[in-house]
């Protein structure tokens, strides 16, 4: 019923569906673009469909591509913070061709030799999720108040996962790195004062940004 209230088309629960046969397959990315793919599957389909329950029009590609980039920016940050528990449990969402770049040998991902190369790769992956959140910002100007708050505040805490890794550097990885309550407070407050003036939001534009597909 919310499908068809929303007009969500039918293919986006599916797009979903195949980031859930992604990680059942135990798939890696051998590419950058592989990564962007996979990180749709699982957050940036997810983004267009919270977009379109929120009142977007499913004609306004722009809005929707910058909610689907908001999705790319937390699953970004999530490989970033989860790159040791990942590797725990078998999986590992790093592009293939980053790690033969780095000399990471991907069978011995968290050998303490790796890991300052290790620290340069999760700095890749929080620069590009705030290329990522940054776009998002601007989607956010095409939501109601309430919904913009939302997605601002989410938008907020979970760069500040990406930049926490990098800030702990190599030991980013022995304790999981989190936003505190303090803190996740401190963005809910910013983010309403950014909802409020969110129609003066800079454009920020998407050229060489992923394109979900259509």
């Given at each position: 019923?919310?499908?068809?209230?929303?007009?969500?088309?039918?293919?986006?629960?599916?797009?979903?569906?195949?980031?859930?046969?992604?990680?059942?397959?135990?798939?890696?990315?051998s590419s950058e673009e592989d990564l962007y793919r996979y990180c749709y599957h699982v957050a940036g389909a997810v983004g267009v469909m919270m977009a379109l329950v929120m009142g977007v029009s499913p004609d306004a590609d722009d809005v929707l591509d910058r909610a689907c980039d908001l999705g790319l920016a937390f699953q970004l940050g999530n490989i970033a913070r989860d790159i040791g528990e990942d590797d725990e449990g078998g999986r590992c969402y790093l592009p293939q061709a980053w790690l033969a770049e780095a000399g990471i040998d991907p069978d011995r991902l968290m050998a303490p030799e790796h890991r300052p190369a290790l620290v340069e790769i999760a700095r890749r992956l929080a620069d590009r999720a705030a290329r990522y959140e940054a776009s998002a910002r601007v989607g956010a100007a095409a939501l109601p108040f309430r919904s913009a708050w939302a997605v601002l505040a989410a938008a907020g805490i979970y760069g500040a996962i990406a930049r926490g890794v990098v800030r702990a550097g190599p030991d980013a990885w022995d304790d999981r790195v989190s936003t505190s309550t303090m803190a996740k407070l401190g963005w809910v407050a910013r983010a309403s004062f950014e909802s409020l003036g969110r129609t003066s939001t800079k454009p920020v534009s998407r050229d060489g940004l992923w394109t979900r597909a259509r």
């Open positions: 019923m919310v499908a068809r209230e929303c007009a969500i088309p039918r293919a986006l629960p599916f797009d979903v569906i195949e980031g859930f046969a992604l990680d059942a397959a135990e798939w890696r990315p």
